[in-house]
């Protein structure tokens, strides 16, 4: 299994002003025929994209992003891929609480060596250890779960802007590619 940032981002400059790209992606928004759902904030140039409520599950991806005013006349999108926030939190706080534990197991472990008694601290270690690959195994899954659905949101992005097949960011290192 080919590991892959949990949170990947990417970056696309666009031929707009940052507001009119924002007027283009409402606009997309607005037709009938849009494969997502999404909430703009014009004044601070930020979207955040998602799949319709009735094609969403646990690992549904959120696809949130930021306009940032090159010059005039051009543009760049900052976008970053995620997993539903609330499925973020559980594998981010499943990381903190294994951590937490290792690091208490850890200095419990050592006083008890420093004792003379039984370490066994350092065997309950292993276990907590265990529960983290177990959590990064499960992020894993879950984004490949979720590629089909940040395939389209992400792709989204790039027929909304007009992207040529050549400018679209799908690479080798891209997670997402088709």
């Not at 983290?132 to 490949?144: F, K, L």
Request: aromatic fraction near 10%; glycine fraction near 8%; charged fraction near 20%.
């Amino acid at each position: 299994m080919h590991a892959h940032p949990l949170r990947p981002r990417f970056r696309m400059e666009l031929p707009v002003p940052a507001t009119e790209a924002m007027g283009i992606l409402q606009a997309r928004l607005d037709q009938g025929d849009c494969p997502c759902v999404g909430m703009l904030a014009d004044k601070q140039l930020h979207f955040d994209l998602r799949m319709p409520v009735e094609d969403r599950h646990l690992w549904s991806p959120a696809l949130g992003g930021n306009f940032e005013t090159k010059n005039e006349n051009h543009s760049v999108l900052h976008g970053l891929i995620g997993p539903n926030p609330s499925a973020w939190t559980a594998i981010a706080f499943s990381y903190l609480a294994c951590g937490t534990g290792i690091l208490f197991l850890l200095t419990l472990g050592g006083v008890q060596l420093f004792l003379g008694k039984s370490p066994w601290a350092f065997w309950a270690t292993l276990f907590l250890v265990l529960c983290m690959v177990i959590a990064w195994i499960i992020s894993q899954v879950g984004q490949r779960v979720a590629a089909p659905q940040t395939r389209v949101l992400r792709g989204f992005l790039e027929d909304t802007f007009l992207m040529s097949d050549e400018e679209h960011r799908r690479t080798e290192d891209d997670p997402y590619r088709e």
